[in-house]
């Protein structure tokens, strides 16, 4: 649920979605996801500006996105906010191995043995390597503070 709050919110912001109807383009085109790429779009040829969505670790960032023009949002949750939402979400998304108990769950989670690896070694990525962009940290509870 964070990641598509955050897609929504940032996306209507910067394209001023209340003036120009985006709001009725859905989220997932609005922001769409590096690693998932539906619609198999040339991102390069998306007019500016775009925003773009990732849960992509530091070391499987495509070189060519690398770049210290890109301005980057990185949003950041609680762990056991994480640990809960996905233990959830894990129990009906088909393809996602769900666990039987929270406490077998966690452990999977601890040793990064979960889609999308360890969630510190993912934060931990992109902050070793915060001064190579122009990026911004946040938390997903300071976002929810703001609104």
């Not at 009725?24 to 922001?31: F, H, K, M, W």
């Not at 998304?93 to 108990?101: G, I, N």
């Amino acid at each position: 649920m964070g990641t598509v709050w955050a897609q929504h919110i940032l996306s209507l912001i910067y394209f001023e979605g209340h003036r120009n109807n985006t709001e009725n383009i859905e989220t997932i085109d609005r922001a769409p996801f590096f690693e998932y790429n539906n619609h198999n779009l040339d991102f390069a040829k998306i007019p500016s500006p775009r925003i773009f969505s990732s849960h992509l670790p530091y070391y499987l960032v495509p070189k060519g996105l690398k770049n210290k023009k890109a301005k980057i949002l990185y949003i950041y949750r609680n762990p056991k906010d994480v640990l809960t939402s996905y233990f959830h979400y894990s129990s009906w998304m088909v393809y996602l191995e769900a666990a039987d108990t929270i406490e077998n769950f966690m452990k999977s989670f601890l040793e990064g043995r979960v889609v999308g690896s360890c969630w510190f070694d993912h934060i931990r990525g992109w902050y070793e390597h915060r001064h190579d962009f122009n990026i911004m940290f946040l938390s997903y509870e300071e976002m929810k503070k703001v609104r």
